[in-house]
């Protein structure tokens, strides 16, 4: 198939064809300031280079800060009220049931990687977990051999069919990680700057996990080493001649008491106080498969109230409660934070920078939990960096989202 170098309309957004590999990353977690204390310990010239010569701001992710809405948000362009995924759970009440939102499914819009495949171009996605490779990669054609999509969780069982690619451990010349692991980010990493070495794909996404920002703070040894990693692949995807765009899902902060254990409040408890045991029905959007690092407690949650529930005066009663930031109804949530109605609860709530909402008390292993709780969900963890290894002109007063990452690497590079 031959490009004619048209503009990619894809959700209403306008994308120019890429002219070089270009590259947007999603940085699972990247809390402000980890780049930073990476830099100042001297353990990320790449990062520094880009930040001085290219582009580095802040922009805002959307909320929920959770990282299957902001990853879904970043590969379409647009919030979760367009593409359906407001987080990995919601209730379906005319079956009654709690339902994972992991399927393709349930996305409702194209993603920009289909776009600009389907207009021709050759691109690539690599997510850590596999989860996110399902919805990522929807709509790529693999029979046209210009798509390859697969996540390091199952780099193992990729398959040409499914994947555009197979033997990926000898492609990328890594073991298979293990999924609650640094390397299963590096491998993300190892894999994209092989993918641009061997098939120079136009375009690019590479998502990582967070399950060292959720393990350790800003400035750590720990920390510190991840960035530097990334660092270390950052320079050779610059060295290739990619444009690169960093952006993260969402931030991360410490969500524990003086004694360390997690400060949550329990609102399935609370709600059961008032207005019978079962009769509410508190659903967290952050609940998956992979919970040791977080153990399902996030600063997001949706509640659905029982049929003829007073939900002013349960909205007063939750504001009431110390760590509770924001609670408003479904109406208000959704024109706020751009959210899909259908998927989201009669109340949404949101707790203070360091405390998580939970649902009952029994319900949470926390046995997982080998550090103090670190998490996100909230309005605390909206901020997020963007950078850029060249310069970008932004249009003035453009309140900057995390999801422009694609318009900024494709439309806005100087
Ligand atoms: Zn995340
Ligand atoms: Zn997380």
């Given at each position: 198939m031959t490009t004619n170098g048209n503009p990619i309309i894809?959700?209403?957004?306008?994308?120019?064809?890429?002219?070089r590999p270009t590259v947007v990353i999603c940085l699972d977690g990247s809390e402000p300031g980890y780049i930073e204390k990476a830099i100042d310990a001297g353990v990320a010239p790449t990062f520094a280079r880009f930040m001085k010569e290219g582009a580095h701001v802040h922009a805002a992710s959307v909320i929920p800060s959770f990282t299957n809405p902001n990853n879904l948000s970043i590969i379409t362009g647009r919030p979760p009220a367009v593409h359906g995924i407001a987080g990995n759970y919601f209730y379906d009440t005319t079956s009654g049931t709690e339902v994972m939102m992991n399927d393709p499914k349930f996305l409702?819009?194209?993603t920009i990687l289909a776009g600009v495949h389907d207009a021709g171009y050759r691109v690539a996605a690599v997510t850590a977990k596999d989860k996110l490779r399902a919805l990522l990669a929807h709509g790529l054609d693999y029979s046209t051999g210009r798509a390859f999509a697969f996540s390091a969780e199952r780099a193992d069982?990729?398959?040409?069919?499914?994947?555009?690619?197979?033997?990926?451990?000898?492609?990328?010349?890594?073991?298979?990680?293990?999924?609650?692991?640094?390397?299963?980010s590096r491998f993300v990493f190892a894999a994209g700057v092989k993918l641009v070495e061997r098939h120079r794909p136009d375009l690019m996404y590479l998502s990582t996990t967070d399950y060292i920002q959720h393990k350790v703070g800003l400035g750590t040894k720990i920390?510190?080493?991840?960035?530097?990693m990334i660092d270390g692949y950052l320079a050779q995807?610059?060295?290739?001649?990619?444009?690169?765009?960093?952006?993260?899902?969402?931030g991360m902060n410490d969500k524990y008491l003086a004694d360390g254990k997690p400060d949550v409040i329990y609102l399935q408890d609370v709600m059961d106080d008032w207005t019978g045991k079962g009769a509410a029905r508190v659903i967290l959007p952050i609940t998956d498969p992979y919970v040791?690092?977080?153990?399902?407690?996030?600063?997001?949650?949706t509640i659905y109230t029982p049929e003829g529930a007073d939900i002013d005066t349960l909205l007063m009663r939750l504001r009431d409660i110390n760590g509770i930031d924001v609670a408003l109804t479904r109406k208000d949530a959704c024109a706020r934070f751009e959210l899909p109605p259908d998927r989201i609860g009669d109340i949404v709530?949101?707790?203070?920078?360091?405390?998580?909402?939970?649902?009952?008390?029994?319900?949470?292993?926390?046995?997982?939990?080998?550090?103090p709780l670190r998490s996100h969900g909230g309005l605390t963890e909206e901020r997020v960096p963007l950078i850029a290894n060249r310069k970008i002109a932004l249009p003035p007063d453009h309140r900057l989202r995390n999801f422009d990452a694609f318009d900024v690497a494709l439309n806005r590079i100087q």
């Open positions: 894809v959700n209403g957004r306008s994308y120019s064809p890429p002219t409702r819009a194209p069982q990729a398959t040409i069919a499914a994947n555009g690619i197979d033997d990926v451990l000898d492609f990328v010349g890594l073991p298979l990680p293990e999924v609650y692991s640094a390397d299963l920390a510190n080493d991840f960035y530097a995807l610059d060295a290739l001649g990619c444009t690169i765009v960093a952006t993260a899902d969402h040791a690092h977080h153990g399902s407690l996030g600063s997001f949650a709530v949101i707790s203070s920078k360091h405390k998580v909402l939970g649902t009952s008390a029994a319900r949470h292993d926390l046995s997982g939990l080998t550090e």
